[in-house]
T-cell receptor, first 116, second 113 residues
Framework: AQSVAQPEDQVNVAEGNPLTVKCTYS??????LFWYVQYPNRGLQFLLK??????LVKGSYGFEAEFNKSQTSFHLKKPSALVSDSALYFC??????????????FGKGTKLSVIP | SQTIHQWPATLVQPVGSPLSLECTVE??????LYWYRQAAGRGLQLLFY??????ISSEVPQNLSASRPQDRQFILSSKKLLLSDSGFYLC????????????FGPGTRLLVL
């Protein structure tokens, strides 16, 4: 069984400071890892994903994430936070699930608040 | 480019009434399609997924059902809604493959009273 943990329900950061949203995972085999962002009453938007190769993945809106196999982590980072980054962030892991489908397992989400 | 639509955007229904939520995808063929429910603005629960027309897999036993009458159309239904069916319902699509991104629709907010 695969699982994702986002240990922080909420992260507060001052505008202009670096931000980190943490994610750890458990999966048999190679992990395929994703980050999504959700604004209030909206669907999820894809930010970035790790498949293989370089452990540092760059994505949309200046976000990046670092894959660490030994720590089974995939933390989301941004060098300088904006107020508009305030949203709910989801980490997800994928693995094969039979019948040609590949299911995403999501973490419970971390609410990011960027304080002006 | 691909686009995913969901309707209605918001729905208020009495307990015991039927439900039909629709999801359509444009700009791609033979997508995988997914229905999720999100309760209280947090974690997502996969309800159904489909790898082709008429092929539906259920992840959680409940009073909901799903159908895929056309390649790019995915419908979530219920014969009798329960209070616990309230939530935010999200449809998503992807191409096949474990590393393929799922793209989400705008969602339907369902309130059962």
């Amino acid at each position: 069984a695969q699982s994702v943990a986002q240990p922080e329900d909420q992260v507060n950061v001052a505008e202009g400071n670096p931000l980190t949203v943490k994610c750890t995972y458990s999966v048999s085999g190679n992990p395929y890892l994703f980050w999504y962002v959700q604004y209030p009453n909206r669907g999820l938007q894809f930010l970035l994903k790790y498949i293989t190769g370089d452990n540092l993945v760059k994505g949309s809106y200046g976000f990046e994430a670092e894959f660490n196999k030994s720590q089974t982590s995939f933390h989301l980072k941004k060098p300088s936070a904006l107020v508009s980054d305030s949203a709910l962030y989801f980490c997800a892991v994928s693995s094969p699930s039979g019948a040609g489908s590949y299911q995403l397992t999501f973490g419970k989400g971390t609410k990011l608040s960027v304080i002006p | 480019s691909q686009t995913i639509h969901q309707w209605p955007a918001t729905l208020v229904q009495p307990v015991g009434s039927p439900l039909s939520l629709e999801c359509t995808v444009e700009g791609t063929s033979n997508p995988n399609l997914y229905w999720y429910r999100q309760a209280a603005g947090r974690g997502l629960q996969l309800l159904f997924y489909s790898v082709g027309i008429g092929q539906i897999s259920s992840e959680v036993p409940q009073n909901l059902s799903a159908s895929r009458p056309q390649d790019r159309q995915f419908i979530l239904s219920s014969k009798k809604l329960l209070l616990s069916d309230s939530g935010f319902y999200l449809c998503a699509w992807s191409v096949q493959g474990p590393w393929e991104t799922q793209y989400f629709g705008p969602g339907t907010r369902l309130l059962v009273l």
